[in-house]
Structure formats: C-alpha cells, structure tokens
C-alpha cells in the first residue's frame, strides 16, 4: 500500500527524532559509564550504528548531544501542556505535563545505546554527578535551558490568555518551573538517587503552585 508523500515525510522525520534520541542517549550513557574525557563522537555513533558524520548532522558536540535531552523534554512538556483540558487549572496542568514527560526512559528510541545503562540508581546518579560537573557541558545547559525556558513560556502564555512578549507572568512561570526542575535534578544527583524522583517533583512544583497562582484567579 502506498503511504504517500506525507506518510513517508513523517516516518523519515520519525526515524530522525528516533537517531537524535538514541545519539543522546548513548552520550550520556558512554560518559556516565567512561567518563568525559573517554568518550569520542566516534564511540557515540558507533554505539547507535551510525557514522560520525551522522552524528554531525544532528549535533556540532558531544556536550550539546548530551544536554539536548533537557532541551527536548522541556518541549515535550510544553506539548503536553496545550494538550491539557482546557479545565485544568494552571498549576495542576503543569503538574501533570511535568511528570508525563519526565520518564527518564520514556522518550528513548528503540535501540540498545538509547537509554540509560542497566546499573543501580545510586551509580547512575554518582555517573551523572560527575558529567554534570564539567564545565563544557555546564555551558551546553545554560543554552539549553534558555531555550527550554521560552519554549514553555510560550505555552503557559497560550493557557493562561497572556503575551509572552508583553507580560512577566508566562516566563515568570517557565523561569520558576526551570529552576525547580533543575533544583530537583541536582537534589536527587547529590543524594545519589536515594529518594523516588517523581514525589521530589511533585514537592517542588506544588511549592510553586501555592505561591504563583493563575493570574485570572481573583484574590481572595
């Protein structure tokens, strides 16, 4: 059966998501496992099955291969929040976006080097201890993170009828959200893992939540 042009255009860019997926993750795999400075862009693309070059296609470093997970999740929350129903407060659809999409497997592609190595949550937190602390990378996450921030601050605007442009309240939101979401991130690396990563979301978000309200709620 003939797909047609748009099928085969979207299963193209479906197996290109699929490669950018399973590049990350094999960086942030191979570096958590080596360490930073034993791990090439070659060992990367042959971890996938793909040549360097390919893996220059999609990234210009192994620093920004790694960091594009945060980037990429953020747009996916940000999807995930204009899908929300359009009933759902503010703050509960942000809850729920968040951890839809926070699965640090969910979004892997279907491939061996795609995920996280098979390794206790204490080594994997310790390995990303280690990675984050470098400082190549520290500034792939400052870009990523610039980037994350407009993204959902763009689709708080869209939800809570404001301009982005304009008013402080979406960035404020999506400047909040970044900061607990990295705030989280670091706590659960520092204490190697030891506590379940979805009940520290929720915590930090509905610390959040009671003190940033929807700006179209009237005070009380």
């Known amino acids: 059966m003939d797909i047609g042009q748009d099928?085969?255009?979207?299963?193209?860019?479906?197996?290109?998501?699929?490669?950018?997926?399973?590049l990350s993750w094999a960086a942030i795999r191979l570096t958590v496992e080596r360490g930073w400075d034993d791990v090439r862009v070659e060992d990367i693309a042959a971890a996938v099955g793909v040549s360097p070059?390919?893996?220059n296609n999609y990234f210009s470093?192994?620093?920004?291969?790694?960091?594009?997970?945060?980037?990429?999740r953020a747009r996916l929350i940000a999807e995930e929040l204009r899908a929300r129903?359009?009933?759902?407060?503010?703050?509960?659809?942000?809850?729920?976006?968040?951890?839809a999409r926070f699965?640090?497997?969910?979004?892997?592609?279907?491939?061996?080097?795609?995920?996280?190595?098979d390794v206790?949550?204490?080594?994997?937190?310790?390995?990303?201890?280690?990675?984050l602390a470098e400082p190549a990378l520290q500034g792939e996450y400052l870009?990523?993170?610039?980037?994350?921030?407009?993204?959902?601050?763009?689709?708080?605007?869209?939800?809570?009828g404001t301009d982005v442009a304009r008013d402080l309240y979406p960035r404020l939101v999506a400047a909040a959200v970044g900061a607990a979401l990295a705030v989280v991130m670091d706590h659960w690396v520092r204490t190697g893992g030891?506590?379940?990563?979805m009940p520290l979301l929720h915590d930090a978000l509905g610390r959040l939540s009671a003190g940033l309200p929807d700006p179209r709620t009237p005070p009380s």
């Open 61 to 72: 470093s192994k620093a920004e291969a790694i960091a594009s997970r945060h980037l990429d």
């Open 103 to 117: 699965d640090m497997r969910e979004d892997t592609a279907p491939n061996d080097a795609a995920g996280p190595p």
């Open 85 to 99: 129903p359009a009933s759902e407060p503010l703050w509960e659809a942000v809850v729920n976006a968040v951890t």
């Open 194 to 197: 030891s506590a379940p990563l």
């Open 120 to 131: 206790s949550r204490d080594q994997w937190a310790a390995g990303l201890r280690v990675m």
């Open 7 to 22: 099928g085969r255009t979207g299963l193209r860019e479906r197996k290109k998501q699929q490669t950018r997926i399973a």
């Open 143 to 160: 870009r990523a993170g610039a980037a994350a921030e407009t993204e959902l601050a763009a689709a708080v605007a869209e939800r809570t």
């Open 53 to 55: 070059r390919t893996f």
